[in-house]
């Protein structure tokens, strides 16, 4: 596609609920980031994939989060009995190469646990 | 980890004044250092960035500086108009992980 996509564009959850978040990065780019960014503050690293592996996830906050990219292109994030701290903007990005070169960031998932 | 600081938090400036704002980092290895814009509510959009291997770089009104031993780089915006407004982010990365590290962001309002 021509930029990242990232579904749903706002989040409603109360708190226990599961939540999972979508992103489609730019075709081709190897390298997909999720971030987290609370309101006022800059983005915070979650996690990275290069093409399906995981190579880092020392950002994720907690076990009740968890991100995939099965087939090295769409990556979900799940977030299991959310929290109020839960709630943020959680951004994707993508690169072409390995590693964090020049990123492409999505709009943004926002979401809110009541 | 990479710990990067960015300061001011806020910067108010007049329509056609310059605008400087400066960034520290923590990690001699990191070697890419960008700077995105984000206005309120949208995605952050790359306007610079800046490789170890050079000191500065200009893009029209915008430049950015990086010094390697004091581990520190800034963002020049010359002419600033009112569309400047927005938060704008500094960052690290080529350090220890793969990862972007961001700084806490400043808040750039033009007054016209």
């Known amino acids: 596609g021509a930029g990242v996509s990232q579904s749903p564009r706002y989040k409603v959850a109360k708190r226990g609920q599961d939540v999972a978040l979508r992103c489609d990065p730019i075709?081709?780019?190897?390298?997909l980031f999720w971030y987290q960014q609370a309101l006022g503050q800059g983005p915070e690293f979650l996690t990275y994939?290069?093409?399906?592996?995981?190579?880092?996830k020392s950002g994720l906050p907690s076990d009740r989060f968890f991100a995939e990219r099965p087939e090295g292109s769409v990556s979900t994030l799940k977030i299991q009995r959310t929290q109020q701290e839960d709630s943020a903007v959680y951004l994707c990005?993508?690169?072409?190469?390995?590693?964090?070169?020049?990123?492409?960031f999505g709009a943004g998932s926002r979401l809110t646990v009541l | 980890g990479e710990n990067v600081e960015q300061h001011p938090s806020t910067l108010s400036v007049q329509e056609g004044d310059s605008a400087v704002i400066k960034c520290t980092y923590s990690?001699?290895?990191?070697?890419?250092f960008p700077w995105y814009k984000q206005e309120l509510g949208k995605r952050p959009q790359l306007i610079i960035d800046?490789?170890?291997?050079?000191g500065e770089k200009k893009d029209q009104r915008i430049a950015v500086t990086l010094n390697k031993t004091a581990k520190h780089f800034s963002l020049h915006i010359t002419e600033t108009q009112p569309e400047d407004s927005a938060v704008y982010f500094c960052?690290?990365?080529?350090?220890?992980?793969?990862?972007?590290?961001f700084g806490g962001g400043t808040r750039l309002m033009v007054k016209p």
């Open positions: 994939f290069q093409n399906e592996a995981q190579l880092d």
């Open positions: 075709s081709g780019h190897v390298s």
């Open positions: 800046i490789r170890s291997n050079v």
């Open positions: 960052a690290a990365s080529g350090g220890a992980g793969n990862m972007l590290t």
């Open positions: 990690d001699s290895a990191s070697n890419y």
């Open positions: 990005a993508s690169s072409l190469n390995s590693g964090a070169n020049v990123l492409t």
